[in-house]
């Protein structure tokens, strides 16, 4: 702080009244208007502002854009690292408005000190901010931001001041009762596990009450001593035991009772449709429907060139950059911000297309939850699965990043496409009048669309073949220019309008795209490229112990080579299959050894920025191994990692939107801001929050939750961008654990939906194609009475006739219902079918075997 500054301090506690010796220096000039002047308070020009009757009215207009398009302030006001500070002032608004309240630098980047968001009514009430200045700031500015709202308005001040000497701030967050159980439920089958906060050492009685209050099972708790996470002294419960479906149970401990929650094979039923929904509500480039998203979440199609967008479709580069312009209109935005970015998509849309090939390759997981008909997308009723619809959205956005032919670096993908600068919350997308830009290419945007592209050629060809050629031609040109381009990386300081996604090393980038080009061409090129890589057979680089990201994506390689028909040899297979199952014997030891369950153990308590999709993809590895295995302890951890997101976590917090009794619902975002704005809705159900992050990186954690213990480093606050945002790359990981978790419900996991029958399966391949035979046997003690058998095709199989069943393709599904004379199985009987195909290649063993719902026993 400068001299001036600190005399005029000591001069105005000299100047203070008698009575007032104690009180703390006002720092505010002419806060009550008492005088009839304006001086110094300052407005922006479309918001002029007088004195009535002793308050400052200022007339706001509507239809800006962002916060900070209109403001009232004042500056020039002094403050000392270390010190507290209370703002306080009265305020009152001709229409409800929220308004954003700054103690900020006065100049760019504008750092705060403080930021809060106040909602104005016509009533004058009190309202009051305390906060530590964290530097010395001889000029600072106290900025109420009153832009942003649809709607014109008076906005009216008085009473305003800021004093130090206040107590410092203490968070104290609202965690509810000390008994965490997931919020949601459990599987009837499955573990049931929760933890107890409390000071006590010696083991507690729990009991179990379903929802008309009678307890329905007891127990003790076993305890655990301080949780590492968070500093909290806990005791762990478990009644696995109790299997009986229902709604409402409660567990009590002492005079403290938990969240209700469910014990059913389909809770997880909703989660999985919600957490794939959310990807809707973020398409780019297409108006929003209300009857398919909901009413509150319709909106125009954002970014169209479309005044005052300046749009997506024929996108320039930044200056320097290039000089053509691409179509880059659709895909998803990226989380709270309205960019795009290569990285990011290319990860999502990866994990979306794997939750369905494993329907394809798993047994027992369930297809038709994901086919057409079953999800919220305006292409249902196409005849493929919605969840490819889905994807597709994102896939062409992807492609139309490919820098064009007869260019420069021609083959490789921009980077990102995002705002000339940062918008301000609320911002809804058709309203964004900022330039949009393409940045420079990177070599690790180039590999992922590569591996993505090439997934895509794989899964889209019995639906649409032309466009899976396309996706094969741009994986392959994207990988002929990565190989020749091999290191060029995104700038770590390009951040502004958007975010960085620097990544400056792409070996893993490499591994993964080669991967996916072997798996879908069987070319031996990429296989080389797959053995000869660094990263082949070692478990911890390709499956990091805190879980892998956009930065991190050899994983997604590594987890489609052990589980799609490929043309590995059997011993590199068996290398691959090694580095998941030790990897998820890691993660599932993580979880055993947490007092709240989750697989998750970063080094030194690490939690990083967007730590719930860490949690989620460790709980992808475990999923995996456990498809590969049949192993309950891979299950039971992933269903603990459930478990940790939906409640059963130390602030008591389902992470996501919509499930369960405390849900985050003010996730950081642009367009589902009602935390700012009562008109907007919150984020739509399903949507994951970013979880605790140990760092925190940005001022409202800061200004809250310095010291927090790692677990306990979340808020949920809209403008908590490092803890609370949401983001297209962490709800993949929750759609995809939502839906294994689903399948181990209805399929024959811990659902206990394995149904009495064994099919024996023999195909035989001709010249011009296959005969496959197919005989199915009741091996159960009552009559099946009709039967239905279903499975899916792991590779390009199409059936052309058949004989003695009624049977159905679409896509890789396959259903097979009686003729009119063989609807009735005795026990012990068996029926007989069969069919004609074609193939273009091997004629894989079929997946998931089952009868009327539930699995087969299968001999092939």
Same mark, same amino acid.
């Given at each position: ?84 500070? !209370? ?29 809060? %968001? ?10 009051? %901010? ?23 308005? !008076? ?41 107890? $906060? ?60 938990? @969240? ?102 798993? @047994? ?49 993908? %921009? %980077? ?66 990565? @190989? ?67 930065g991190s994506t050899a994983a997604l390689g590594a987890l489609d080579l052990a589980t799609v028909p490929n043309k590995l040899t059997a011993t590199q297979l068996a290398t691959v299959r090694s580095m998941v199952t030790d990897a998820a014997d890691g993660y599932a030891e993580d979880s055993q050894t947490a007092l709240y369950g989750l697989p998750y153990a970063p080094s030194g308590q690490h939690y990083v920025w967007g730590s719930n999709s860490q949690v989620l993809n460790n709980a992808v590895v475990l999923g995996v191994a456990g498809d590969l295995t049949g192993s309950a302890k891979y299950q039971d951890a992933v269903l603990h990692a459930l478990d940790y997101i939906l409640g059963r976590n130390p602030l008591n917090e389902s992470y996501v939107t919509g499930f369960g009794e405390r849900n985050s619902h003010n996730q950081h975002s642009r ?65 995809? $654990? ?61 059936? !052309?006739?058949?004989?003695?069943a009624e049977i159905t393709q679409s896509g890789h599904q396959v259903s097979a219902k009686p003729v009119s004379w063989n609807g009735s199985l005795a026990p012990g009987a068996s029926v007989y079918f069969g069919f004609n195909g074609t193939s273009s290649g091997q004629v894989a063993d079929p997946v998931a075997l089952s009868m009327n719902g539930g699995r087969c026993d299968t001999v092939t």
């Open positions: 702080m400068g001299a001036l500054a600190v005399a005029g301090l000591l001069c105005a506690a000299l100047a203070a009244p008698a009575g007032a010796a104690d009180e703390p220096p006002e720092q505010i000039v002419n806060g009550d208007f008492s005088n009839g002047g304006t001086a110094p308070w300052w407005w922006t020009a479309n918001s002029p502002a007088s004195v009535v009757d002793g308050r400052l009215c200022a007339d706001i207009p509507g239809d800006t854009a962002n916060p900070w398009d209109a403001i009232i302030g004042q500056s020039d006001l002094p403050l000392i690292a270390g010190e507290s500070y !209370t703002l306080s002032y009265t305020a009152t608004a001709s229409v409800p408005v929220t308004i954003t309240t700054n103690v900020q630098m006065a100049v760019d980047p504008y750092t705060t000190e403080l930021s809060e %968001h106040d909602q104005i009514g016509d009533t004058s009430a009190p309202i009051t %901010h305390t906060f530590t200045a964290r530097a010395d700031n001889d000029a600072a500015q106290l900025a109420f931001q009153v832009g942003g709202s649809s709607h014109a308005f !008076t906005l009216c001040l008085d009473d305003i001041s800021l004093r130090g000497g206040a107590e410092p701030p203490v968070y104290t967050p609202d965690t509810g009762s000390p008994v965490r159980v997931d919020q949601v439920g459990y599987l009837p089958g499955g573990p049931k596990d929760g933890t107890f $906060v409390t000071d006590a050492a010696e083991p507690q009685s729990w009991t179990l009450r379903n929802a008309a209050g009678t307890a329905v099972a007891t127990g003790t708790t076993e305890p655990g001593g301080t949780d590492p996470t968070s500093d909290q002294n806990v005791q762990t419960f478990d009644f696995g035991s109790y299997t009986t479906p229902g709604d409402g149970y409660t567990v009590t401990i002492g005079d403290q009772t938990s @969240e209700p929650f469910s014990i059913a094979d389909d809770v997880y039923s909703a989660l999985r449709t919600d957490s794939l929904a959310y990807y809707y509500n973020q398409r780019s480039g297409i108006a929003i429907d209300g009857s398919i998203a909901g009413a509150a979440y319709a909106r125009p199609a954002g970014h169209l060139n479309v005044a005052p967008n300046t749009g997506d479709n024929d996108v320039s580069c930044q200056p320097g950059v290039c000089d053509y312009t691409l179509d880059a209109a659709g895909g998803w935005y990226d989380a709270g911000d309205q960019g795009k970015y290569v990285v990011n998509g290319g990860i999502a849309v990866s994990e979306l297309m794997n939750s369905y090939e494993r329907t394809l390759t798993a @047994e027992g997981a369930n297809g038709a939850a994901l086919g057409d008909g079953r999800l919220k997308v305006p292409e249902t009723g196409n005849g493929v699965p919605d969840i490819l619809d889905e994807a597709r959205w994102e896939l062409g956005f992807l492609m139309e990043m490919q820098v064009p032919d007869g260019q420069p670096l021609a083959g490789m993908a %921009h %980077h990102k496409l995002h705002d000339q600068a940062w918008t301000g919350l609320p911002q809804a997308p058709d309203k964004d009048s900022q330039p949009r830009l393409l940045h420079p290419p990177s070599t690790a945007a180039t590999l992922n669309l590569a591996a993505a592209a090439a997934q895509c050629a794989r899964l889209f060809r019995p639906y649409d073949a032309a466009f899976a050629d396309r996706c094969l031609a741009a994986s392959q040109k994207a990988w002929t220019a990565a @190989e020749a381009h091999p290191a060029v990386y995104a700038d770590p300081n390009d951040a502004t309008g958007g975010g960085a996604y620097s990544d400056s090393d792409v070996t893993d980038e490499f591994y993964w795209a080669a991967s996916e080009l072997f798996i879908t061409t069987g070319d031996d090129s990429y296989r080389q490229a797959v053995l000869s890589s660094p990263l082949h057979g070692d478990t911890a680089a390709v499956f990091p112990p805190d879980g892998f990201s956009w367009i589902w801001a009602h935390q700012l704005d009562a008109d907007l809705p919150n984020p739509p159900a399903g949507t994951l929050a970013g979880g605790p992050d140990s760092q925190l990186e940005d001022p409202t954690a800061q200004s809250k939750l310095t010291g927090c213990a790692p677990a306990m480093c979340y808020i949920d606050d809209i403008e908590s961008y490092s803890t609370n945002e949401s983001a297209i790359n962490w709800n993949a990981p929750l759609a995809w $654990v939502a839906s294994y978790a689903d399948d181990l419900g209805g399929s024959g996991g811990h659902g206990g939906g394995k149904a009495a029958c064994q099919v024996t399966y023999t195909s035989y391949r001709w010249s011009a194609g296959f005969t496959t035979v197919v005989y199915l046997k009741n091996t159960g003690t009552t009559a099946v009475s009709p039967w239905e058998l279903r499975w899916s095709f792991a590779d390009n199989q199409q059936i !052309t006739d058949r004989w003695q």
